[in-house]
């Protein structure tokens, strides 16, 4: 479970993705994770909620080849890049601040639960765990500023 929220993969969103919520306890946007080595972005998709990885600080693993999405349990779906997936999906409010949902991790190809509640304009708490919330990780995203922005507008890299 380590591994889900150190690779909590995450995002080819435009600046303007950016900008605050547009209401209290809404939580799209872009949001860098807590190691600032991913970002996601969360957006509509459908009636629900979804996240989308949109950069990564390393998109190359140590072959030097795109990092693509080894560990899925659908063999049809690992040869996908990591950067550009989506990893939570089916986020359904739960509460004034809080959303729930699922959480994919790429570097297990397993699906955990995940609630995610935001703390403020720029903090989101994301809780992944098994069974019950007690039995998980949390890690605290910030939304992407200006500065991270424009990284982020770099995308996922070059094609291979």
Do not use: H
């Amino acid at each position: 479970l380590s591994g889900l929220l150190a690779v909590f993969l995450v995002l080819a969103a435009a600046s303007s993705a950016a900008s605050s919520p547009a209401s209290p306890g809404d939580p799209r946007g872009v949001w860098m994770t807590e190691d600032e080595r991913a970002a996601l972005t969360i957006s509509e998709c459908g009636d629900r909620l979804c996240g989308r990885i949109v950069w990564l600080e390393n998109t190359r693993g140590p072959s030097g080849t795109l990092r693509r999405d080894e560990e899925n349990p659908d063999p049809a779906k690992r040869s996908e890049q990591i950067c550009g997936l989506v990893v939570i999906t089916d986020l359904e409010r739960s509460g004034t601040d809080t959303w729930e949902g699922s959480v994919y991790n790429p570097q297990d190809g397993k699906t955990y639960s995940g609630r995610i509640t935001v703390l403020s304009d720029t903090a989101l708490q994301v809780r992944a765990y098994v069974g019950l919330p007690f039995f998980g990780r949390s890690q605290i995203w910030t939304r992407a500023d200006s500065a991270a922005a424009r990284r982020i507008d770099e995308g996922c890299g070059e094609p291979e």
